[in-house]
């Protein structure tokens, strides 16, 4: 989270870095466990794609701030393709969710235990592209489901992103194989512009005689679940998550009147290691490409466009 106008357009933005959040991404997590008590009786947890960590933040807090007598039974274990600055109780590993490796890893961390709840809140790079930015979510989905049947207890918790696109019911009846109950949820602070919602699958029961594998390409054959008709092709329930009285993600809320000075506050964590680095530092030193000096100060391909928005 930087500092930019985005302070003034988006409530959760803002709210996040008043309140000490790393992204508003937290607020989604929060709203979610209003309604689903995700963290009642909860003391180990996975959080897959957890950078830059907000909701790992909430873990943290959740079960050990608020929770001081149970710390010592707490494990926290969270994933992600990059690095994460330190939090408290939380075992960080940096790597590919979609590796066998890294689910080793995770397991590993697991030894002789299982994990109460398992969070997956993977997004990838958005193409711009539809079709394949919804097959790399729910490709990602399926690694964190792959995951979870190895790592979570028999009636533990899995909640995960998923982009409500055209084979969300094929999604939703693979999911319904390992959990009684799958809801999907729009939680108030994700904002309705967005294909996001979030899946909270309760009761895990995976089908007797389910043996947990990485090989297993759950996926396998969609063409196959597509000539499936009427009842055995289900309609997915769907939840609007949190009460009215939240703030709308998608409205601008004007500054209060005591806070017309309002000042942007520095990001509660920087990040470590962000791609436009490079870009922000030629810019500095005035030799990022321009339609001026474009090929003179630098010899960067890329245009004033092109950064624009970082
Ligand atoms: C929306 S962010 C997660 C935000 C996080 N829940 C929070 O509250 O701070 C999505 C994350 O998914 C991670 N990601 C995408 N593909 C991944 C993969 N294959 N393995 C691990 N992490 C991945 C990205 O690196 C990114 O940090």
Redesign the pocket.
Known sequence: MGRSSKDKRDIYYRLAKEEGW??R??YK?LQLNDDFNLFNGVNRVV??????????QVLSRKLIEERPNSKDMVKIVA????AMAPLPGVIQIQ????KIS?AHQIIGHFEGEVADLVIC????DVTGLHDIDEYIQAQ?LL?ALNITTHVLKRGGTFVAKIFRGKDVDLLYAQLKVFFLSVTICKPRSSRNSSIESFVVCQNYSPPSGYMPSMLNPLLSNPSQFKSLEGANRVIIPFMACGDLSAYDSDQTYPLAAEQKQYKSLLPTQEPINPPYKTACLLKKNNSLASSENSGKKCNMSHSTNSTSGQ
């Open positions: 790393r992204a991404s937290a997590l959080d897959l794609c957890a950078a830059p960590g907000s909701w790992s994933v992600d393709l990059q790597g590919d969710i979609t890294t809140d993977g997004a990838p990602l690694a």
